[in-house]
């Protein structure tokens, strides 16, 4: 059972874990979200819409939009729009390209003249890169940045961009504005994680006994860990009686996530579960169970139903996956800029949020195939 104690206690345990940790050698280790105060610092989708019912209305009319085809771009255009994009695309999952070639589809279906810089860098591991390139984005005066927030340094970064004012800011892969910024970004953009981590707790609570063990492989230490690791303990905690037995950051990798995966089989034979808060995270975890002989017997999540996660619920070796309908991201970064260049920017929403659908091994071919027609309808 997971026992509440002291903010202080719980600091001075989870650094003796910590200190017996290092001198097991073992792999990564996370600290308690206590210590991350997300919730003090970003509004929560479903909160944010209860305090704005407004932004809630206009988030579903343009999700309507999304959905569906293409606008003509009415306004003529004597010089492209100059739009500057920083991805950490390089990893496992599929997502930040989809969302690339969904959001320049969409701008020449439309036929709005743009010139676009991508760059895309490793996560968690390219902060100075990605502060580079930021300073190359000034030099190169876009009238839109897309970038995301992760690490706690992004907020740095993105904090100079939004008090300049010489630009907007297009933040992917985050649904929950940061409640400190007196100047907001022009828009949020994802698949918000607190939802998709509901319905993965959902699928796992239906599928365990009270006095089960699990465990989670998370990320690095930042806000998707946040958002997706340290919400899912949080959840398993208050609506079941499982038992928590490890949680682990990565160092944002397959190998490191292996790595943690492997240590908790060797230490918990019993867990019946490995909640993985990344598509990288869950090959990773992937590469333990097989090597320790443990498929069929541990059950593991993707998040996010890219393009790697979907092939291996097919071949059964992960049970199931929230799954994006991935291309919507880039619609709406894509339409929400034509809004704005029509002079209708009230019309975009402060969050735009994609839906997610479950899928599971069991899922048949032709089933999948069609919603991979709708997650990808952009970017095949």
Same mark, same amino acid.
């Given at each position: 059972?997971?026992?509440?104690?002291?903010?202080?206690?719980? /600091?001075?345990?989870?650094?003796?874990?910590?200190? &017996?940790?290092? /001198?097991?050698?073992?792999?990564?280790?996370?600290?308690?979200?206590?210590?991350?105060?997300?919730?003090?610092?970003?509004?929560?989708?479903?909160?944010?819409?209860?305090?704005?019912?407004?932004?809630?209305?206009?988030?579903?009319?343009?999700?309507?939009?999304?959905?569906?085809?293409?606008?003509?771009?009415?306004?003529?255009?004597?010089?492209?729009?100059?739009?500057?994009?920083?991805?950490?695309?390089?990893?496992?999952?599929?997502?930040?390209?989809?969302?690339?070639?969904?959001?320049?589809?969409?701008?020449?279906?439309?036929?709005?003249?743009?010139?676009?810089?991508?760059?895309?860098?490793?996560?968690?591991?390219?902060?100075?890169?990605?502060?580079?390139?930021?300073?190359?984005?000034?030099?190169?005066?876009?009238?839109?940045?897309?970038?995301?927030?992760?690490?706690?340094?992004?907020?740095?970064?993105?904090?100079?961009?939004?008090?300049?004012?010489?630009?907007?800011?297009? /933040?992917?892969?985050?649904?929950?504005?940061?409640?400190?910024?007196?100047?907001?970004?022009?828009?949020?953009?994802?698949?918000?994680?607190?939802?998709?981590?509901?319905?993965?707790?959902?699928?796992?609570?239906?599928?365990?006994?009270?006095?089960?063990?699990?465990a989670t492989v998370?990320?690095?230490?930042?806000? &998707?860990?946040?958002?997706?690791?340290?919400?899912?303990?949080?959840?398993?905690?208050?609506?079941?009686?499982?038992?928590?037995?490890d949680s682990y950051?990565?160092?944002?990798?397959?190998?490191?996530?292996?790595?943690?995966?492997?240590?908790?089989?060797?230490?918990?034979?019993?867990?019946?579960?490995?909640?993985?808060?990344?598509?990288?995270?869950?090959?990773?975890?992937?590469?333990?169970?097989?090597?320790?002989?443990?498929?069929?017997?541990?059950?593991?999540?993707?998040?996010?139903?890219?393009?790697?996660?979907?092939?291996?619920?097919?071949?059964?070796?992960?049970?199931?996956?929230?799954?994006?309908?991935?291309?919507?991201?880039?619609?709406?970064?894509?339409?929400?800029?034509?809004?704005?260049?029509?002079?209708?920017?009230?019309?975009?929403?402060?969050i735009y949020s994609?839906?997610?659908?479950?899928?599971?091994?069991?899922?048949?071919?032709?089933? /999948?195939?069609?919603?991979?027609?709708?997650?990808?309808?952009?970017?095949?």
């Open positions: 059972m997971i026992i509440l104690v002291s903010k202080y206690k719980l /600091l001075a345990f989870y650094f003796f874990k910590y200190l &017996i940790c290092s /001198l097991l050698g073992i792999a990564s280790f996370t600290v308690p979200s206590v210590l991350a105060n997300h919730h003090d610092a970003f509004w929560p989708l479903q909160e944010y819409w209860q305090q704005y019912p407004q932004q809630q209305k206009l988030s579903q009319a343009f999700a309507e939009r999304v959905r569906l085809q293409s606008q003509p771009f009415v306004h003529s255009q004597d010089i492209p729009v100059k739009i500057f994009v920083i991805y950490p695309g390089k990893q496992i999952s599929d997502y930040w390209r989809r969302s690339i070639e969904s959001f320049t589809a969409r701008l020449k279906e439309a036929g709005i003249k743009y010139h676009l810089q991508a760059h895309h860098t490793k996560p968690a591991s390219a902060l100075e890169q990605q502060q580079r390139l930021l300073q190359k984005a000034h030099r190169f005066q876009p009238d839109y940045i897309i970038f995301t927030l992760d690490a706690k340094q992004h907020g740095t970064l993105i904090e100079r961009i939004l008090q300049l004012n010489t630009t907007k800011l297009i /933040l992917q892969n985050i649904t929950t504005p940061v409640k400190t910024w007196p100047r907001q970004p022009f828009l949020y953009v994802g698949f918000d994680h607190a939802t998709g981590t509901q319905l993965l707790a959902n699928y796992y609570q239906a599928r365990t006994d009270f006095n089960d063990q699990f998370m990320w690095s230490p930042g806000y &998707i860990s946040d958002a997706r690791g340290h919400y899912f303990n949080k959840v398993m905690q208050q609506q079941s009686d499982l038992t928590l037995t950051y990565t160092k944002a990798s397959r190998r490191s996530a292996y790595k943690s995966a492997k240590q908790i089989l060797i230490r918990h034979p019993k867990v019946k579960f490995i909640y993985a808060s990344a598509t990288d995270v869950a090959f990773g975890v992937l590469d333990a169970i097989k090597e320790q002989n443990r498929q069929g017997e541990v059950m593991l999540n993707g998040w996010g139903g890219g393009e790697s996660e979907l092939q291996a619920l097919l071949a059964g070796e992960i049970d199931v996956t929230v799954m994006r309908m991935n291309d919507d991201n880039g619609v709406a970064m894509a339409d929400a800029i034509q809004l704005d260049l029509e002079g209708q920017g009230a019309l975009v929403p402060q994609g839906d997610f659908v479950v899928v599971d091994k069991h899922i048949s071919r032709v089933e /999948l195939e069609q919603l991979k027609a709708r997650a990808f309808r952009y970017s095949q």
